[in-house]
């Protein structure tokens, strides 16, 4: 069959295991020691399957049953946008109908070749704030240092670390003080070398930024990010400002609900790196803001928090377009989703060239979660 039909939709939600609990950020509380990833498995009538992250609901998933493959996706097109909810497993199944892995057929579709084994940079995004039950600031930078340390021992050689503890968990004074403690214990942690990122999750203002900046100005920051919420003049002031004290540090935003001139400010100079969630804009939509970040020497560093399958799919964008940065790296361990055929080392992701992204789902597993709380459509 050349253009074979949607058989059977599977749907259910993996759940995994983080190293250790993710705490509080700037303006939410403790974010758990598990992460969920809701996964789809298609099925064509020739019996070929392809799975991913997708948020399908019962009725989208059955009114798919019976199009053709063609309609959802192409090497040239992307995913259609009737194939949108189910994105990534098309995705997926399209490399395993070709023997390809998705960074090949994302390569054909940005129209480059890519040549030998895969790497993609990553960093630790998992320093959060889980010192807030500590009095003392030198405790509670020793706490975070060491948990970068472990990091380090994973393989990883960049991190991004949790700061905003004044906007809304400790005192405005004392909050932006630890934040500094803490920056500075963590640059010692990982060496002067090592990319180094802050994300503030909006919970700063202009005057706290300058502060903080100049407090930390020998910790060489890599990138802020979110440090408030997205404003151009306030961009502009921001940049101006480190400019004239030689202070090259990255603006990166973008994550969750972006303000819709994102792209006109990053391509004005206002924003360095553009941040959209993976999920929630898709492989297709990503490769063609890639285009034009590219276009402008714009970075692009997808945001993934919380999905497992989500680290793995963002290395298939890596060697693709020209200015990717890192991608953003979330340790868990998930029953039923088998990623061993990536691997972490000295700040890498080796990323195989097995046929779509290179997972395997555990079949028990997998048919556990869709017969608890998920469901099955078919022909």
Same mark, same amino acid.
């Given at each position: 069959?050349?253009?074979?039909?949607?058989?059977?939709?599977?749907?259910?939600?993996?759940?995994?295991?983080?190293?250790?609990?993710?705490?509080?950020?700037?303006?939410?509380?403790?974010?758990?020691?598990?992460?969920?990833?809701?996964?789809?498995?298609?099925?064509?009538?020739?019996?070929?399957?392809?799975?991913?992250?997708?948020?399908?609901?019962?009725?989208?998933?059955?009114?798919?049953?019976?199009?053709?493959?063609?309609?959802?996706?192409?090497?040239?097109?992307?995913?259609?946008?009737?194939?949108?909810?189910?994105?990534?497993?098309?995705?997926?199944?399209?490399?395993?109908?070709?023997?390809?892995?998705?960074?090949?057929?994302?390569?054909?579709?940005?129209?480059?070749?890519?040549?030998?084994?895969?790497?993609?940079?990553?960093?630790?995004?998992?320093?959060?704030?889980?010192?807030?039950?500590?009095?003392?600031?030198?405790?509670?930078?020793?706490?975070?240092?060491?948990?970068?340390?472990?990091?380090?021992?994973?393989?990883?050689?960049?991190?991004?670390?949790?700061?905003?503890?004044?906007?809304?968990?400790?005192?405005?004074?004392?909050?932006?003080a630890r934040d500094i403690a803490v920056i500075h214990a963590v640059r010692d942690a990982v060496g002067p070398d090592a990319p180094l990122m802050v994300d503030a999750n909006n919970?700063?203002?202009?005057?706290?930024?300058?502060?903080?900046? +100049?407090?930390?100005? @020998?910790?060489?920051?890599?990138? =802020?990010? *979110?440090?408030?919420?997205?404003? /151009?003049?306030?961009? &502009?002031?921001?940049?101006?400002?480190?400019?004239?004290?030689?202070?090259?540090?990255?603006?990166?935003?973008?994550?969750?609900?972006?303000?819709?001139?994102?792209?006109?400010?990053?391509?004005?100079?206002?924003?360095?790196?553009?941040?959209?969630?993976?999920?929630?804009?898709?492989?297709?939509?990503?490769?063609?803001?890639?285009?034009?970040?590219?276009?402008?020497?714009?970075?692009?560093?997808?945001?993934?928090?919380?999905?497992?399958?989500?680290?793995?799919?963002?290395?298939?964008?890596?060697?693709?377009?020209?200015?990717?940065?890192?991608?953003?790296?979330?340790?868990?361990? +998930?029953?039923?989703? @088998?990623?061993?055929?990536?691997? =972490?080392? *000295?700040?890498?992701?080796?990323? /195989?060239?097995?046929? &779509?992204?290179?997972?395997?789902?555990?079949?028990?597993?997998?048919?556990?979660?869709?017969?608890?709380?998920?469901?099955?459509?078919?022909?």
């Open positions: 069959m050349n253009n074979p039909r949607i058989a059977s939709i599977e749907w259910g939600v993996l759940e995994g295991l983080r190293p250790r609990n993710a705490g509080c950020n700037s303006r939410l509380p403790d974010h758990g020691p598990t992460m969920r990833d809701a996964i789809a498995r298609v099925t064509l009538e020739d019996g070929t399957s392809g799975f991913g992250f997708s948020r399908v609901k019962q009725p989208q998933a059955e009114a798919l049953i019976g199009q053709r493959l063609d309609e959802l996706i192409s090497v040239e097109q992307g995913v259609t946008a009737a194939g949108l909810p189910i994105e990534f497993p098309l995705w997926d199944l399209l490399g395993q109908r070709t023997g390809k892995p998705v960074y090949a057929l994302a390569a054909e579709y940005y129209g480059k070749s890519l040549d030998g084994p895969q790497q993609a940079k990553c960093y630790d995004t998992t320093l959060y704030f889980d010192d807030l039950h500590i009095a003392s600031d030198e405790e509670a930078s020793q706490l975070i240092a060491e948990e970068a340390r472990q990091g380090w021992e994973r393989g990883h050689r960049a991190f991004k670390m949790k700061v905003g503890r004044g906007g809304l968990h400790m005192p405005l004074e004392a909050g932006t919970g700063w203002n202009v005057n706290l930024v300058k502060r903080v900046l +100049t407090e930390t100005a @020998d910790c060489h920051l890599f990138w =802020l990010e *979110e440090p408030f919420h997205e404003d /151009p003049v306030l961009y &502009g002031h921001l940049q101006n400002w480190m400019r004239e004290r030689g202070l090259l540090v990255l603006l990166a935003d973008g994550e969750g609900h972006a303000a819709a001139p994102l792209l006109d400010w990053a391509q004005a100079g206002a924003i360095d790196v553009i941040q959209y969630d993976l999920r929630d804009i898709g492989l297709t939509k990503w490769l063609k803001v890639g285009q034009k970040l590219d276009s402008w020497s714009v970075r692009s560093a997808p945001h993934n928090y919380g999905s497992n399958f989500g680290n793995h799919a963002s290395c298939h964008l890596s060697g693709v377009i020209e200015h990717f940065t890192f991608v953003e790296w979330d340790h868990a361990d +998930t029953p039923g989703l @088998d990623t061993s055929a990536y691997s =972490l080392s *000295e700040g890498q992701i080796n990323v /195989p060239d097995a046929p &779509g992204f290179g997972l395997a789902l555990d079949d028990a597993i997998f048919q556990l979660v869709v017969q608890r709380d998920g469901y099955q459509v078919s022909a």
